[in-house]
Every structure is written in structure tokens, then in C-alpha cells.
């Protein structure tokens, strides 16, 4: 059988799709054959990302391995998927992590493990959705199936006050995709009104005419949606709490994925769908990004507990990754991207680390914790590495996207440069300084010297560190594919931009006009 | 064995042996046993300087206009225009700093094998110097920025790794947290000065940014990027006034210190500094910057070494003041001069740091030279090769520090100016003295100590002796001209510097002798008060310039070295003066009560720390707390919380409809279906 | 005139059964909301749904289609389910709460 023919994107989302629901229903009582399909089948997404990688043409910055069918017809709904070079690493890092989130709560004890794994499976489903859809529909039922998984995760298998942190995350994140919802529907009909036809494919809804009046609003939405779950400075505090209550292992997801599908929606829909309204808001967002860079970085300093800490610390990196994308130049986008894959390895390799802590010590609370580094060194030294990792040591993999967004940064303003850069100095202190209180000095007497990492944990945290070495060694593997997709998405918002201008139909915004006067992308000289 | 050419293609060795090494030790060490560590710790950076050895008998034996190699190993950044490879570059400079820089890291690791026998961590010990080394070499060997700032961060993880190696100890958690923040706001701006090269000229490449940066950038560009990439020298090198964390950087290992303390990591912005010479000659401005940061740190920190206790400190001050000494060379436009300057310090300073730590070793840890002394007698061999290091260090003629200082103070005499020359020849003066207080406090006089001793072992004995070589005859690459010598070391390093040589600009100093003679006599009387020492200098200084004048420059230069030759004696002898000649033992309270106000300066370090945490430390903290507290919990959250509460409590209103009397609810439906009615 | 209004009101047309239907299904209403028996307020629900049913009868009788006629049958299967099911609930609320009255019936709230 030829290979290639498979729909094989359809398959990366109905198989863990496929999986969670026969955990559901069949494999419910069987705690350990449930966990071992989840795995297999996780793995075998792994396998099949990797199968994608393969295939995938590096130099063609277009929709490739498109899949179309009709869904509802009658609504101009349809079930398109296809992947870019963007939404290519996103998949494969959300593979990885769910197979990785499985290997470490391997040994979490507790009840209902097989509808912990159940869920763990359907996340993937939706995530991998998310990254796939091409259809705002189908993209937004999946931005909602998401939720679900991440509710049960919290609610039942999270810290002590997970009510409240679980409670919180939904509300929030489900307001602001309702906002986003109203605005996809708005879309539908004035698209419909321009063009005569009803249709939710977001490759035909590109270069829609809107009118001004109601795009500030529109876009608002979106860009608050997107801004809710990324989450930017000052819609975050949904993530903290979560973050604090979440499981290891959901936790791992929270940071690695959850928050990753704000940004990258920012890329695939709310720049090519406006891209006026993206080039005008920019210096808001920058702003925004700008503040969450070092406002995380600076609150990191501050806090007590590990989770919470390592929460701010992906806002600070959020900040960073946002601040890439609205500089609109390559670099600043390819940095994105990179950071996004790399945040996503190092802020989950902490984790995981604070997670295995957390067995041990159960406490998060950095005051009752010292001297790790005596019993367990190998544990302090994975810990080391995605420290630095974090820190953004060069050769690593946070580094490059680091200093490719700078880069970008620095070719749009002189001052986003040299802000965003400043939070290097910043990371290093929190960072460091939590090593120091975690690992350093003496540790206070233990009846019984905690034991180290085991087999099995080491494994799971020599994967994610072998990809944060490659990837910082050799990142051109993946810029390379995302170079094509990344200049194909700023011609498409530049080409746009340019566009309108001629038309001269956005004199009522004033945001617009102030645009004019920043010329971008102009090297600074 | 490859010859010819070809062995240009293993440069990438020179830094991927100690890799392999580091990778040994990391992955196995703990498992294989002391001795198959220090086996593969040591053998791999040997290796790694015999490639070096071998390499540098095939660069020699090149024409002068080859003597330069590229060697591309493959793309590492590419995105849009931004292009990094990952390329090394072999030129006269980068020759000398890898052949130093793995030569006496294997001195130094095979010392470790000795000092650091009794450690539980012995493999993670050798783990972090070789992966040290590691970096230490892909950093002189970079062929751009972008590599070479992999090395320049990455000495600086192991110098935190190194120094916080004994991680039960508060201070040295703190102290290399310290060392690791302050580098690193240094190379913030490395970093940003790197991205402005690439905005500027479009690569990173130093051969292609340095071909012609004149035709690129204009004066004030240059100097904007000559100031950035210099402030990370700054932090790296500890030059004031980030100079504060390599004192405490001496919670390390004492062969750390010796390594990465005084002999290379310490000495990397030294290298960037000259590496970029092409830029920062574009600029004047940012020339005079680095000879005033550079004299300013020599200065300082001379004064806090002269009243130090902790014979660590001492040294570690002393470096700080000796590489103040390469970035005043290097301001001054003798870069050839910073880097022989930088070789006979690595050989001189390695071996204090080596020998200290031996003494170190041998009283069970005490580093206060005042509970030292009488040492000479129990340990010869150490008390030997350390005067040979302190007289090499402090310019006695003849060995290898005389000949890179003086021509250091040349330069400094003819592009600088007699006045920066007179406060640079007084730091020499101090130079010889607090490192023969060291000698004469710890090494002379009665015992004050009470331990069982450990003599240091063979492993530890023989890098010393070997040292100790280094250090006499490391001056003679550099013989000057005047001597009789042929300077080979700024011959060889000509064809990157250029131009960049001192070509005697003797007339425009002339001019301005007479007017600064006075002004200089008026600073050394006041330099006076804080050195002892300075009446003799004030006449020194007087003689050469009524002299200096009429002066050819062979002569002028031969003076220069007379001068400078008997200030350093000077300075040894009044430390003899003070510390063995018993007339004199009471001079050194005596002066500290009588310049009460110069002593505590000096003796708290010129209240760097203490300001650097009243203004960044603390506001930091509680500014953070302030955020977390009064920003993010009370307002931000809050509002999050409000919109919450507000929907939650206007929830609270409908359920009294909700009676749960089916007729109510009943009657409801019915008034409803009426009013539907009535209005349709 | 008078004559043809009688002659109108003799002659059984589409009207009388809408009458018809509109008064049952007042009646059914108004014992709804008046009563307190929960068996009487199920009766008049009956009443209410056979109101309707009536209705639906002489309007297709009227139209001259059988889609009225289907779905009267519809509705009075569903009448006795309804009442199948609502008989043993009531059985079960009263064997709990020894109530037939509708007013005490009043946790069912939020």
C-alpha cells in the first residue's frame, strides 16, 4: 500500500481522538492496558509526526498534505486541514510532550489513571486540531475541545485548591473565545455580504473587505482571545493559578501547549485575517509583550512557589515570543516559532523536574526546600541544564530564538531591542537565584536522604534535554521549514497592507494613520 | 601524523577533545573511579595542546600573508539574512591564545589531580574544567560573533558552576550567582553591540567585518559598538565597575581561580577588545575609554590588594589590577603589547594561584595570610616558585612580566601621556609590593599556625616547576628592540593588528610634557597620600621629564624601562622594609591609623558592594515584591476576580424567581403566552 | 338573517370544533393554575393536550391534509406515556412525602 496516500494529518487527529474514547468506554476498569494504549498510541503519533517531518517539502511555504471535505455543506463548513511549516513543529512538539507528560505520571497513583490517560489522549486530539485546522469552524470547535480535557486534568487530579484554579481557567479562556466566536460569525456574514458566499475556510476569508467600523471590534476579539490563552500581560493570571494546581503532567501541557496555541493562532489567523488592524495595533502589542517580558521576569524573583514561579517565567517567554511575531520581519517570526518549540522543552523539562521534586518533598514551597543537590545530583544536574537551557545559554536551544526575535526587535526599534534583550540579565537572576534556594547550601536533616531519579525519570528527562542540544546545536533543521512559511505570511500581510492603503479605506482608524509615519522593517542605520 | 595544510581540517579538535572529555567525565565519571577521570580529564586537554603544538609548527613555518584559516563547519542560525555559521578562524592571535590557553589548562589540570584527590566530586570537578576548556577554546577560536559569543557565555556557566562547586557553603552559592549576573549584564550589551554589527554590516563574519569597517560605519556608529562590545569586556574581565564579582569569585577551587580567574576566562574581554581593534580604532573616543577604564581598574584595585588579608583576594585584586594594565595597552593602541602582557601574566598569575593554593592545601584550608607565615622552611618547593611568580608579576627585570609591562608603560608614555603613565608606574610599584607582602608575611617571619601540614604532592609540585619556567622565560618572545631583542611576539601578531603598533608619536607628547609634568607632579603628591611609596616616585617622575625632553626615543624608552625597574624594586623593597626588617613592622598600623579614612576605603573595596546593593539589589527585590503584591494580586487579579464576582452575585438575583411551585411557574408561562399574544 | 346565523350555528363547521378545542383547552389551563391536587393538574394537562388535538383535527379536516391526523396520533401516544410515567412518579412523591398537593412539591429549585 502506498504510504503517501494515507490522509495521514486525519490520522495524527483521530488516532489519540480514536484512543481516548475506547479508554472511555471499554478500557475504563483496566487501569494498566488503558495507560499502555495511551502510550502506544502516543508514541505512535510521535512516529507519525516524524513521518510528516520526513515528508515534508522544507522549500514550499504553502498548505501542504491539504486535506478537504465537505462538513456542513449548507453552512460553508468544511473539514480542510493542511499543515506549514509553522504548524509542522507545532504538532511535532505536542506529540512529544504528550508522550512525555505520559512517561512521567507513569507512577502517579490516585484513581481513575485510565481516564486521566483518556484525557491526556483527547488533549492531543484537540491540539493537533488546532495546529491543523485551515477552517475557522472546525478551528474553533477544537479550541474548545480542548478545554475539556484540561478541566478534568486540573479538577480532578490537581493540587488542593484546583476548584478554583480550574474554575477560573475555563471561564476566562471560554469568555474570551466567546468574543471570538461572535467575531468568527461576523466575519461569516460580511464575507458573505462582499463576496456572496458563505464559508468558514479561512484561505478564501484572507483579504476580506471589511468595513472599518466594525473591524476594530472584530479583530479586538480575536486578538483578545488569542491574548487570554497565550497568555500576555495583563490577561495572565488564569495561568498562575493553574499552573500552581495543575498536575505534573498536565502541568507540563499547560506550559508547553496550552499557551502555545495563542500565540500560534496569532499567526495563522489573526495577521492574515487582519492584517491592517495586526500593522496599526502593533506598537500596543509590542507594548503589551514588552511589559510581560520583564514584568514575568521581574514577579519570577519574587515568588515562593516553584510552579508559581515557573508560571511567570513562561509569561516573561510569552512576552518574548509576541513581541516576534508583531515585529513583522522574518527573524522576529522565525524567532517565534523556534521559541515556541523551545519554551515548550525547556519550561516542560522544569517542570517535570519540580514535578519529581514535588514526589519526594511533596512541597512546591522553595522556603522548605535547600541542599537538594547532596541527594540527588542527577536530578540537579537535569535541572542545571534546562536552567540554563532557560537562560538562554548559546548552543542550547532557547538561545536562538532569543536572539532572533532581539534581532528582529532591534531592525524594528532600538528601544523593543534593547528591552527585550534586557530580560536576559533578568532570567539569569530568577532563574539562578531558585537554583540556588532549590539545590544549593545544606540541606535541612532528613530522617531518610531522598533517593534519585530513577530509570524510567531519567529517561523522561533525557529526551526533552536531547532535543533542546539538537535543536540549539543544529536549528537550521527547523528553520529551514519555517523560513518559507514565515516570508509567505508576511507577504501575505504586507501585500494586504498595501493594498488597503491604496484603497485608502482606512482613514477612520486613526491607529492606521499613525502607521504610516513608522516605516518598518527598515534596518536601523 | 597529517602534514602540511592539512592539519588545519582537525582545528575543530582543539576544542571537540576537551568536549569528548567533558562528555566522558559527565556521562561515566562518576562510575569509573578517580583515576580513569583524571586520566581522561587531563589526557584530553594534552591532546588537545599537542594538536595545538602541532598546529602552531605548520602556522609558523607559513608565509606571513597566509597566516590566516578558515575553517567552516556548518550552518548553525540562517534565517533571512541573518547568517551564523559555525566558523573557526585560525590567525596569529587566536594561534597564541589556544596554545596558552590549552597549555596551561593542562598544568592546571594536572594539579587538580593532586589538590582535589580527597573530593567527593571529583569526576564533576573535571566534568566542568574540561567542558570549561571546551568553551574557553571555541571562544578564541570563534570566526564570528555569534561563536564566539557561544564560548563567552558558555566560560561564564562553568565559571558559576565552578565557582559554586562546593555548594554547601552559603557564600559560594551567593558568589557565583554574583559572578554570573554580573557577566551577564555585560554581555547584554556584548549582545546588543553584536546584533548592531549585524544591522551594520549585514554579517557576523570577522573577516568580512574587519576588512574594511572604515567604508561601513562612520565614527560615532563605531563608536556606539566599540563602547557595547566593550562593556561586556567589562563584566567579563572584572574591570571596574563590574569588577566586583571576581573577589568573591574566589569561593572557587583554587586551581579554578588560577584557570578561569586570572589566567584565561578573566582575560577574554582582553581578547574581544583587541579582536575588534579594526572597530575600535575608528574611534578615539572609545580608545581613551578603555586606557581610562582600564588605568582607573588597575589603580583601584592595586589599593584594595595592598591591605587584603585573604591571600586569595589579593591575588584576585592583583589580577583585576593586571588586566586593568592589558585594557590601558589596549586604549593606548598597543594591543600587541595587551596580549604578550595577557601571556606572561596567564604563565605568572597561574603560578601565585597554583602556589596559593598549595600553601592553601598544606594549612588545611586557611587563607589568611596573618595566621600564615615562617612557611619558607616547610615548604621550599612552593615558596620557590612563588617568589619566581611574584617577581615575575611584579616587572622584576629579567623575567617574563618585566618585558610585557614595560612595553605596556611605553605605549602608555607616548599615546597616553606622562600623567597616565605616572599613575600606571606608581600601580607597578604597588604591584611589587602587596605581592611580596604576601611572600614576606606568609612565607617569612614566625609561624603562626598550628596544623598538621600536607606538603603538596608530585602532581602538584610539577606544574609549579614548570610554571616557574614559564614564567621566567615567557618574556623572551617579546624581547624589545632596544634590548637587543627582536619582539617576535608583536611581529607575529602584526597582520592582525595592522597598523595598530605604537609608532612612536613622540612629538605630540612632547608638546604637552611641560604642562602635564606639573599637572603630574601635583596628582603624584596627592596619589602619595594613599601609596607610602610615592615620595620616590615624585622624584622619579621629575627626572624623566626634565630629560624626557631632549630625549632620543631609543634612550626615552630605555629610561622608561629604568624607571619602571626600580619603582617595582622600590615596591618590594618597602615591603621588605615594612614586614621583615624589624625597624619597620609597626609602619603599616601606624600609616593605617593615620589614614584612617583611605584605609577602610580601601580595605571595603571602594564601597562597590555595598552600593551596588543599596541601588540594585534591594530596590530590585522589593520592587518585585511590590509587583507581585500591589500590581498583580491586588489590581490585576482583582479585576479578573471582580468581573467574576459581579457576575456570580447578579446570578444570585434570578433564582428568586425560581420558587419550584409548579403553578408559578405555571401562571408565569401563561402571563407570558398573553402578553405574546397581545402584542402580535 | 337570524335565520342564517342559526342555520350557520346548526350546521357543525370548521368553528365549533375550534370552539370546542379553545374551551377545553382554557378549561385545562384554568384548573391548572387553580388546583392543588397534583392528580387533578396531570387530568388537566390531558385536557390541554386533547384541547390541541381537536384543534389539529379541524384544521386538517378543514386543509384536507393528514398531517394533522398523524399528528394527533403522535400526541396521544405521547399523552399516555406522559401519563404512564407522570402516574408513577406521583405514586412514588406520594409514597415519599404522603402529599398529593403541588404546592408542597417545592425543592426542585435550582
Given at each position: ?6 490522509p ?9 481522538a ?21 502510550f502506544?498510541?502516543?508514541v ?11 515528508r515534508?517539502?522544507p522549500?514550499?511555504?504553502?498548505m501542504?498534505?491539504?486535506e ?25 512538539i505536542?506529540t512529544v510532550?504528550?508522550?512525555?507528560a ?37 478551528f ?10 484540561m ?5 480532578v ?5 484546583r ?5 477560573k481557567?475555563?471561564i476566562?479562556t471560554?469568555?474570551?473565545?466567546l ?7 461576523a ?5 458573505h455580504?462582499q463576496?456572496?458566499?458563505?464559508t ?23 486578538f ?11 490577561f495572565?493570571t488564569?495561568l ?13 501541557d ?16 489573526l495577521?492574515?485575517?487582519?492584517p ?16 510581560a ?7 519570577a524573583a ?22 516576534g511575531?508583531?515585529?513583522f520581519?522574518?527573524?522576529g517570526?522565525?524567532g517565534?516559532v ?6 515548550a522543552?525547556?519550561?516542560?523539562g ?5 514535578g519529581?521534586?514535588?514526589?519526594r518533598?511533596g512541597?512546591?514551597?522553595?522556603s522548605q526546600?535547600?541542599?537538594?543537590w ?5 536530578l ?29 526587535a532591534?531592525k524594528v ?11 536576559m ?11 540556588w ?22 529517561v ?6 536531547i ?5 540549539g546545536?543544529?536549528p ?11 516570508l509567505?505570511l ?6 494586504e ?8 479605506r ?6 492606521v494613520?499613525?502607521l504610516k ?7 536601523w542605520? | 601524523?597529517?602534514e ?7 582545528l575543530w ?7 569528548f ?6 556521562l561515566?565519571?562518576?562510575r569509573?573511579?578517580?583515576?580513569v577521570?583524571?586520566?581522561v580529564?587531563?589526557?584530553?586537554i594534552?591532546l ?6 602541532c598546529?602552531?609548527?605548520v ?5 606571513v ?6 575553517l567552516?563547519?556548518f ?5 533571512g539574512?541573518?547568517q551564523?555559521?559555525?566558523d573557526?578562524?585560525l ?9 596558552m ?8 589540570h ?10 567527593k566530586?571529583f ?7 574540561n567542558l570549561?576548556?571546551?568553551?574557553m577554546l ?17 566560560v561564564?556557566?562553568c565559571?558559576?558552576?565552578l ?6 557553603r552559603?557564600?559560594?552559592a ?6 554570573f549576573?554580573?557577566t ?8 546588543l553591540?553584536?546584533?548592531?554589527i ?8 570577522f573577516?568580512?567585518?574587519f576588512?574594511?569597517?572604515?567604508e561601513v560605519i ?15 569586556a567589562v ?5 571596574v565597575?563590574?569588577h ?86 589596549l ?8 596580549i604578550?602582557?595577557?601571556l606572561?601574566h ?16 598544606a ?14 622552611r ?6 620557590f616558585?612563588?617568589?619566581i ?5 611584579s616587572?622584576?627585570p ?15 608614555f607616548?599615546?597616553?601621556g606622562?600623567?597616565m603613565?605616572?599613575?600606571?608606574v606608581?600601580?607597578?610599584?604597588m ?6 607582602r604576601?611572600?614576606?608575611v ?7 599556625w ?18 616557574a ?19 617576535r611576539?608583536s611581529?607575529?601578531?602584526s597582520p592582525?593588528?595592522g597598523?595598530a603598533?605604537?609608532h ?11 604642562l ?6 601635583v ?12 615620595t ?7 627626572g ?10 631609543k ?22 622594609y615594612f ?10 598600623t ?7 579614612v ?20 534591594d530596590?530590585?527585590m522589593k520592587?518585585?515584591t ?7 494580586v491586588?489590581?490585576i487579579?482583582?479585576i479578573?476576580?471582580g468581573v467574576?464576582?459581579s457576575l ?12 419550584g411551585v ?13 402578553i ?5 | ?5 342559526i ?6 363547521g ?36 386533547n384541547?390541541a ?23 396521544m ?33 435550582w
Amino acid at each position: 500500500m502506498d504510504v503517501s496516500s494515507w490522509p495521514i494529518l486525519s490520522v495524527l487527529i483521530l488516532l489519540p481522538a480514536a484512543g481516548a474514547v475506547f479508554i472511555f468506554v471499554v478500557l475504563q476498569q483496566n487501569e494498566f492496558l488503558s495507560k499502555l494504549l495511551a502510550f502506544l498510541i502516543s508514541v505512535e503519533t510521535v512516529v507519525l509526526a516524524v513521518f510528516l517531518f520526513r515528508r515534508f517539502d522544507p522549500a514550499d511555504g504553502e498548505m501542504q498534505f491539504v486535506e478537504k471535505m465537505d462538513w456542513i455543506p449548507e453552512f460553508g463548513a468544511s473539514y480542510h486541514v493542511g499543515v506549514d511549516g509553522i504548524s509542522l513543529f507545532m504538532v511535532m512538539i505536542t506529540t512529544v510532550m504528550v508522550t512525555l507528560a505520559m512517561l512521567s505520571s507513569w507512577d502517579q497513583k490516585g484513581r481513575g489513571q485510565a481516564l486521566f490517560y483518556g484525557f491526556l489522549l483527547l488533549l492531543e486530539a484537540g491540539l493537533i486540531g488546532i495546529f491543523l485546522a485551515m477552517d475557522l469552524l472546525l478551528f474553533y470547535v477544537f479550541w474548545e475541545v480542548m478545554l475539556i480535557p484540561m478541566y478534568f486534568l486540573i479538577g480532578v487530579w490537581g493540587g488542593a485548591n484546583r476548584r478554583y484554579a480550574t474554575l477560573k481557567l475555563i471561564i476566562y479562556t471560554m469568555g474570551a473565545s466567546l468574543l471570538m466566536l461572535v467575531a468568527i460569525l461576523a466575519l461569516y456574514f460580511y464575507h458573505h455580504a462582499q463576496v456572496g458566499e458563505y464559508t468558514f475556510d479561512i484561505t478564501k476569508l484572507y483579504g476580506t473587505p471589511i468595513p472599518p467600523e466594525v473591524l476594530l471590534p472584530m479583530a479586538l476579539a480575536f486578538f483578545v482571545a488569542f491574548a487570554v490563552k497565550s497568555p500576555l500581560f495583563p490577561f495572565h493570571t488564569w495561568l498562575t493559578d493553574a499552573h500552581a494546581e495543575a498536575p505534573v503532567s498536565g502541568a507540563v501541557d499547560i506550559t508547553g501547549l496550552l499557551i502555545k496555541t495563542g500565540a500560534y493562532a496569532l499567526l495563522r489567523f489573526l495577521l492574515p485575517l487582519f492584517p491592517e488592524f495586526s500593522m496599526s495595533f502593533a506598537p500596543i502589542v509590542v507594548a503589551m509583550a514588552l511589559i510581560a517580558n520583564l514584568y514575568g521576569a521581574m514577579l519570577a524573583a519574587a515568588q515562593n512557589d516553584l510552579k508559581r514561579l515557573i508560571a511567570y517565567a513562561s509569561v516573561s517567554h510569552v512576552g518574548l515570543v509576541i513581541l516576534g511575531i508583531f515585529v513583522f520581519n522574518v527573524q522576529g517570526i522565525d524567532g517565534a516559532v523556534f521559541m515556541m518549540v523551545s519554551i515548550a522543552l525547556c519550561s516542560g523539562g522544569l517542570f517535570m523536574v519540580v514535578g519529581m521534586i514535588y514526589k519526594r518533598s511533596g512541597t512546591k514551597d522553595i522556603s522548605q526546600l535547600g541542599g537538594l543537590w547532596k541527594d540527588m545530583p542527577v536530578l540537579a544536574g537535569f535541572f542545571m541544564f534546562f536552567v540554563v537551557a532557560s537562560v538562554g545559554l548559546p548552543g542550547l536551544s532557547n538561545f536562538v530564538g532569543e536572539f532572533l526575535i532581539f534581532v528582529g526587535a532591534f531592525k524594528v526599534s532600538v528601544l523593543y531591542g534593547v528591552v527585550a534583550a534586557f530580560v536576559m540579565v533578568l532570567t539569569a537572576v530568577y532563574l539562578l537565584w531558585m537554583f540556588w534556594r532549590v539545590m544549593l547550601e545544606k540541606a535541612p536533616e532528613r530522617a531518610t536522604p531522598w533517593r534519585d531519579l530513577s530509570m524510567a525519570e531519567t529517561v523522561t528527562l533525557t529526551i526533552p534535554a536531547i532535543i533542546v542540544v539538537v535543536i540549539g546545536v543544529y536549528p537550521k533543521i527547523l528553520l529551514d521549514r519555517i523560513e518559507p512559511s514565515a516570508l509567505k505570511l508576511l507577504g501575505q500581510v504586507k501585500k494586504e497592507t498595501a493594498q488597503m492603503d491604496d484603497l485608502g479605506r482606512w482613514k477612520s482608524l486613526r491607529l492606521v494613520e499613525r502607521l504610516k509615519e513608522v516605516k518598518r522593517d527598515k534596518p536601523w542605520r | 601524523m597529517v602534514e602540511g595544510r592539512e592539519i588545519f581540517n582537525l582545528l575543530w579538535l582543539v576544542p571537540a577533545i576537551p568536549l569528548f572529555g567533558a562528555l566522558f567525565n559527565c556521562l561515566l565519571g562518576y562510575r569509573a573511579g578517580n583515576l580513569v577521570v583524571s586520566i581522561v580529564g587531563c589526557g584530553s586537554i594534552g591532546l588537545s595542546f599537542l594538536l595545538s603544538l602541532c598546529i602552531f609548527r605548520v602556522f609558523y613555518g607559513l608565509p606571513v600573508e597566509d597566516r590566516q584559516i578558515e575553517l567552516c563547519l556548518f550552518q548553525w542560525i540562517v534565517s533571512g539574512d541573518f547568517q551564523a555559521p559555525l566558523d573557526l578562524l585560525l590567525d596569529p592571535l587566536s594561534m597564541v591564545m589556544i596554545t596558552m590557553v590549552s597549555g596551561v589548562s593542562f598544568l592546571i589540570h594536572v594539579y587538580s589531580v593532586g589538590y582535589m584527590a580527597n573530593d567527593k566530586c571529583f569526576a564533576r570537578y573535571f566534568f566542568y574544567l574540561n567542558l570549561f576548556v571546551f568553551f574557553m577554546l571555541t571562544l578564541v577560536l570563534a570566526g564570528n560573533f555569534l561563536v564566539l559569543y557561544i564560548g563567552w557565555e558558555g566560560v561564564g556557566l562553568c565559571s558559576y558552576l565552578l565557582i559554586s562547586f562546593w555548594y554547601e557553603r552559603r557564600s559560594a552559592a551567593a558568589a557565583g550567582l554574583k559572578a554570573f549576573v554580573v557577566t551577564r549584564f555585560g554581555d547584554f550589551f556584548f549582545a546588543l553591540g553584536i546584533i548592531l554589527i549585524f544591522l551594520q554590516f549585514g554579517s557576523l563574519h570577522f573577516c568580512s567585518v574587519f576588512a574594511n569597517p572604515g567604508e561601513v560605519i562612520g565614527v560615532s556608529m563605531a563608536t556606539w559598538i566599540a563602547l557595547l562590545i566593550f562593556v561586556g569586556a567589562v563584566g567579563k574581565s572584572a574591570q571596574v565597575p563590574l569588577h566586583t564579582w571576581l573577589p568573591d569569585a574566589m569561593e572557587a577551587p583554587t586551581p579554578v581561580s588560577a584557570l578561569i580567574h586570572a589566567a584565561t576566562m578573566v582575560t577574554a574581554g582582553v581578547y574581544l577588545v583587541a579582536r575588534c581593534y579594526p572597530i575600535f580604532e575608528l574611534s578615539p573616543f572609545s580608545l581613551q575609554v578603555v586606557a581610562i577604564v582600564g588605568l582607573l581598574t588597575a589603580f583601584i584595585s592595586a589599593t584594595v590588594a595592598l591591605v587584603h588579608t585573604d591571600i586569595k583576594k589579593i591575588l584576585a585584586f592583583s589580577t583585576i589590577s593586571q588586566l586593568g594594565h592589558m585594557f590601558l595597552a589596549l586604549g593606548v593602541g598597543a594591543p600587541g603589547a595587551a596580549i604578550f602582557h595577557l601571556l606572561t601574566h596567564a604563565f605568572a598569575k597561574a603560578l601565585l594561584f597554583l602556589g596559593s593554593g598549595a600553601v592553601i592545601h598544606a594549612l588545611n584550608d586557611e587563607m589568611d595570610i596573618r595566621k600564615m607565615g615562617g612557611l619558607r622552611r616547610y615548604i621550599p618547593a612552593t615558596f620557590f616558585t612563588f617568589t619566581i611568580g611574584a617577581l615575575a608579576m611584579s616587572g622584576v627585570p629579567g623575567l617574563a612580566g618585566f618585558f610585557s609591562k614595560d612595553a605596556i608603560l611605553y605605549a602608555t608614555f607616548v599615546n597616553g601621556g606622562p600623567l597616565m603613565w605616572a599613575l600606571i608606574v606608581i600601580t607597578a610599584s604597588m604591584t611589587g609590593f602587596y605581592t611580596f607582602r604576601i611572600i614576606f608575611v606568609a612565607f617569612f617571619g614566625v609561624k603562626r599556625w598550628d596544623v598538621h601540614l600536607h606538603a603538596p604532592g608530585k602532581a602538584m609540585i610539577l606544574p609549579l616547576v614548570l610554571l616557574a619556567l614559564l614564567a621566567i622565560t615567557g618574556g623572551y618572545m617579546g624581547v624589545p628592540h632596544v634590548l637587543g631583542g627582536s619582539d617576535r611576539i608583536s611581529e607575529f601578531l602584526s597582520p592582525v593588528f595592522g597598523n595598530a603598533e605604537v609608532h612612536g608619536s613622540l612629538g605630540s607628547s612632547v608638546e604637552g610634557v611641560a604642562l602635564a609634568a606639573e599637572e603630574g607632579g601635583v596628582v603624584e603628591g596627592e596619589a602619595a597620600e594613599g601609596a607610602p611609596q610615592g615620595t620616590e616616585t615624585a622624584e622619579g617622575i621629575a627626572g624623566v621629564w626634565e630629560t624626557g625632553i631632549q630625549m632620543s626615543e631609543k634612550s626615552l624608552e630605555m629610561l622608561l624601562m629604568l624607571v619602571s625597574a626600580v619603582m617595582a624594586l622600590g615596591g618590594i623593597g618597602l615591603a621588605f622594609y615594612f614586614y621583615v626588617y624589624s625597624g619597620g613592622r609597626d609602619v603599616p598600623t601606624r600609616l593605617s591609623e593615620k589614614f584612617r579614612v583611605a584605609y577602610s576605603i580601601f580595605t571595603n573595596g571602594w564601597y562597590f558592594d555595598a552600593l551596588y546593593k543599596a541601588v540594585f539589589v534591594d530596590p530590585y527585590m522589593k520592587l518585585s515584591t511590590f509587583f507581585l503584591k500591589a500590581v498583580d494580586v491586588a489590581v490585576i487579579d482583582n479585576i479578573v476576580r471582580g468581573v467574576a464576582g459581579s457576575l456570580l452575585s447578579a446570578g444570585n438575583i434570578l433564582p428568586g424567581l425560581q420558587l419550584g411551585v409548579v403553578r408559578w411557574y405555571a401562571t408565569v408561562m401563561v402571563l407570558g403566552a398573553i402578553i405574546i399574544i397581545l402584542y402580535i | 338573517m337570524q335565520a342564517e346565523v342559526i342555520q350557520s350555528l346548526l350546521v357543525v363547521g370548521p368553528s365549533h370544533f375550534l370552539v370546542l378545542g379553545a374551551t377545553l383547552f382554557s378549561l385545562g389551563v384554568l384548573g391548572f393554575l387553580v388546583r392543588n391536587n397534583i392528580i387533578v393538574l396531570l387530568m388537566c394537562i390531558e385536557l390541554m393536550i386533547n384541547g390541541a388535538g381537536i384543534t389539529f383535527i379541524a384544521f386538517c379536516r378543514q386543509m384536507g391534509s393528514l398531517e394533522g391526523q398523524i399528528f394527533v396520533l403522535f400526541v396521544m401516544v405521547v399523552a399516555a406515556v406522559e401519563i404512564a410515567v407522570g402516574l408513577s412518579i406521583v405514586v412514588l412523591v406520594f409514597k415519599n412525602r404522603a402529599t398529593l398537593n403541588a404546592d408542597e412539591m417545592e425543592v426542585l429549585k435550582w
